[in-house]
């Protein structure tokens, strides 16, 4: 829910400077609606491409009962890049379905060079909750996030991005201490962007003087910052919007950090009621969340002994 809602603050100031949220909007503390030079709009509250694929591979991790199945989340990702969604999904993500459309294969070959941005990220949001639950297996966590990554990209820059969120929302979800989370993952890393990003965090560089722009080390490490440093959900989905630059992908990761530390509690109920797509989101949330217990071994379901 707080992936949700952090996207959708954030969804009709994407790509925007901070001085011109400012000037049009004061500050963002609401829903708006996307207003389009050709007089389209899209109503406030809804969310974009980050929640959406995200919650792709929240269904297909549920319907195959805890596995992780690249082809199957794929094909979700192809059904809805071929409607209305696709005003949202980025062109990388786009040329990479469209050339699996054929074969219906979805793993991307490594590529040193390929692109790497936030929104891609975001897909390790639901790695890091399911990986909450029951004993911790880091390299399967990797594994995990390195799959649901080269569905579109095969960079190692976009790999390890999505590997620190899961480990980000993971350790709050955990209830690891806030002033931990960066370090922590940026170990967890090892080395490059986003693990020199994340230190930079954890040695408390203020979160005005880091890069607000779309690649994936910048977004991650400005949405672990405002989760951070906040007393509540609000205030951290608040402050990674109003930052501008990739508002939707940080205010995503952000929300999804701060909805992981303080829970469904930690949400005022007017943020909810707001949000598009809050029904979905309700309804997905308990069977994803049975079947990441199954996974772990802490559900027995007697039907399979019959």
Not at 101 to 119: C, K, N, Y
Not at 182 to 202: K, P, Q
Not at 207 to 213: K, P, W, Y
Request: charged letters at 25%; proline letters at 4%; a negative charge.
């Amino acid at each position: 829910m707080g992936m949700a809602i952090g996207d959708a603050l954030g969804m009709p100031v994407a790509g925007w400077s901070a001085e011109r949220i400012r000037e049009r909007y004061g500050r963002i503390e609401s829903y708006f609606p996307k207003v389009y030079s050709d007089g389209g709009e899209i109503k406030a509250g809804e969310f974009t491409d980050e929640s959406e694929l995200a919650l792709c591979v929240i269904e297909s991790f549920t319907v195959n009962d805890g596995e992780l199945d690249p082809d199957n989340i794929g094909t979700r990702f192809l059904y809805l890049a071929r409607g209305e969604a696709r005003r949202w999904i980025q062109p990388d993500t786009l040329r990479a379905l469209q050339a699996a459309e054929d074969s219906l294969a979805f793993v991307q070959a490594i590529d040193e060079d390929g692109p790497a941005t936030g929104d891609v990220a975001a897909r390790g949001i639901p790695i890091g909750l399911f990986h909450a639950v029951g004993a911790f297996d880091p390299e399967r966590l990797r594994a995990d996030a390195e799959l649901v990554t080269r569905v579109t990209h095969g960079s190692p820059a976009a790999i390890a991005a999505t590997t620190a969120v899961a480990h980000l929302v993971r350790s709050a979800a955990r209830s690891e201490a806030p002033d931990r989370w960066a370090s922590a993952a940026a170990t967890f890393l090892g080395a490059g962007d986003t693990a020199d990003a994340l230190r930079a965090v954890a040695e408390g560089m203020p979160l005005n003087e880091m890069r607000s722009g779309e690649q994936a080390a910048d977004v991650v490490a400005t949405a672990t910052a405002a989760a951070a440093g906040a007393e509540s959900l609000p205030a951290a989905v608040f402050e990674a919007v109003n930052l501008g630059g990739a508002s939707d992908s940080r205010g995503a990761i952000s929300g999804a950090i701060a909805g992981a530390r303080w829970g469904i509690s930690g949400i005022p109920q007017s943020v909810i009621d707001g949000l598009e797509g809050r029904i979905y989101i309700s309804l997905a949330v308990p069977w994803f969340y049975r079947t990441a217990l199954r996974r772990a071994g802490l559900v027995v379901d007697l039907r399979s002994e019959r």
